[in-house]
């Protein structure tokens, strides 16, 4: 089992949809949740974290954190064409030293 | 004023041969970490560094070896290249283990 699952996509929504997107993670007792987007030929750039169970809000973006089903949500609401691109999730297991990031879901903004 | 940096930004070169791809941070973090993201965006981990001292070393060939010559530099050796090694490797900083990571531009590496 992958330590950070996520539905790779593409995920197609139109402009001023909301986009979500989902990660779930194995390690029970990560305690902390990262969001980076990621544009083609770019490097990972953080947009969330979060470390407590529910919502944390930043703008457009909502981070949503179930701990008890173990998945990291994220919200945009009001997409835009620039929110085009592709969005990773790191987890930070305990005792493991490192991030853990999941594949990534490939979005596109429709116009 | 770039926090992380990492040079060259593209490096084509043949099988068989040795580069370097250096990465500096001027965030004054104590971790240092190089990822390799293969053609379908997967990011791993290769190495971490904290204060220049190797943390973690992921089930990478022997032919990659990094060197941290102090807390603000972490250099990645690869020697004798193969066309598998062609990725993106991306040099990354953060305060401490649990905190969010900061990426360099990347160095698209191509075995040719």
């Known amino acids: 089992q992958k330590e950070v699952e996520q539905n790779s996509g593409p995920l197609s929504v139109p402009e001023g949809a909301i986009a979500s997107l989902n990660c779930t993670y194995s390690d029970r007792g990560s305690q902390s949740f990262f969001w980076y987007r990621q544009y083609s030929g770019k490097s990972p750039e953080l947009i969330m974290f979060?470390?407590?169970?529910g919502d944390k809000e930043d703008g457009r973006f909502t981070a949503q954190l179930n701990k008890a089903s173990q998945y990291v949500s994220l919200l945009i609401r009001d997409s835009q064409p620039s929110d085009s691109a592709t969005y990773l999730c790191?987890?930070?297991?305990?005792?493991?030293?490192?991030?853990?990031f999941g594949t990534g879901t490939s979005l596109t903004v429709i116009p | 004023d770039t926090a992380v940096s990492q040079t060259p930004k593209y490096l084509v070169t043949q099988m068989g041969n040795d580069k370097s791809i250096k990465c500096e941070q001027n965030?004054?973090?104590?971790?240092m970490y190089w990822y390799k993201q293969d053609s379908k965006k997967f990011l791993k981990i290769m190495f971490s560094?904290?204060?220049?001292?190797?943390?973690i070393n992921e089930t990478v060939p022997n032919r990659f070896s990094p060197k941290s010559p102090d807390k603000a530099h972490l250099n990645l050796h690869i020697n004798s290249l193969e066309l598998g090694d062609s990725a993106v490797y991306f040099c990354?900083?953060?305060?401490?283990?649990?905190?969010?990571?900061?990426f360099g531009q990347g160095t698209r590496l191509t075995v040719v």
């Open positions: 990354a900083s953060s305060q401490g283990r649990a905190a969010p990571v900061n």
């Open positions: 560094y904290n204060n220049k001292e190797l943390i």
């Open positions: 979060i470390y407590s169970n």
């Open positions: 790191a987890v930070n297991p305990p005792d493991r030293n490192q991030f853990y």
């Open positions: 965030l004054g973090h104590d971790t």
